[in-house]
C-alpha cells in the first residue's frame, strides 16, 4: 500500500501564494501518477492538477491552468503543487492522490485514485 502525507497548507491573503507538498511512502514503486483535489465545504472533490510518476507529463483543471504548477522529486518520493495568485475561490481542503493502475496519461476522475492522502486546509482571505 501507498501512504501520503500532505503539509503546507495555511491562511494566505487573495493574491499570495502558498506551496502544498506531499510525501508518499509505502510500496511507492507502484505509483503510475499522482494528483491534487479539493473539495470545499458542500461541493464535491474536484480534479486540480495531476503529473506521471515517470514521464512528468501534467495535466491541470482549467481554473487553475497557469496560476498552479505541480512537480515531483522521485529522490525524495515528493509531488508538490505550486498556488501563485490565489483567489477566494482556490479555499479548500486539498488532497494528495495517487494511481497505482499502470497508466500512462495521468487521470482527471477521482475514481482513478487509489490512495488518498488526510488532506490540508487552505484558506484564502478577500
Known amino acids: 500500500q501507498v501512504q501520503l502525507v500532505e503539509s503546507g497548507g495555511g491562511l494566505v491573503p487573495a493574491g499570495g501564494s502558498l506551496r502544498l507538498s506531499c510525501a508518499a511512502s509505502?510500496?511507492?514503486?507502484?505509483?503510475?501518477?499522482m494528483g491534487w483535489f479539493r473539495q470545499a465545504p458542500g461541493k464535491e472533490r474536484e480534479f486540480v492538477a495531476a503529473?506521471?510518476?515517470?514521464?512528468?507529463?501534467?495535466r491541470y483543471a482549467g481554473s487553475v491552468r497557469g496560476r498552479f504548477t505541480i512537480s515531483r522529486d522521485n529522490a525524495k518520493n515528493t509531488v508538490y503543487l505550486q498556488m501563485n495568485s490565489l483567489k477566494p475561490e482556490d479555499a479548500a481542503v486539498y488532497y494528495c492522490a495517487a494511481d497505482t493502475s499502470r497508466t500512462i496519461v495521468p487521470s482527471i476522475s477521482v475514481n482513478s485514485y487509489d490512495a488518498w492522502g488526510q488532506g490540508t486546509q487552505v484558506t484564502v482571505s478577500s
Open positions: 509505502g510500496r511507492t514503486f507502484d505509483i503510475y501518477a
Open positions: 503529473i506521471s510518476w515517470t514521464g512528468g507529463s501534467t
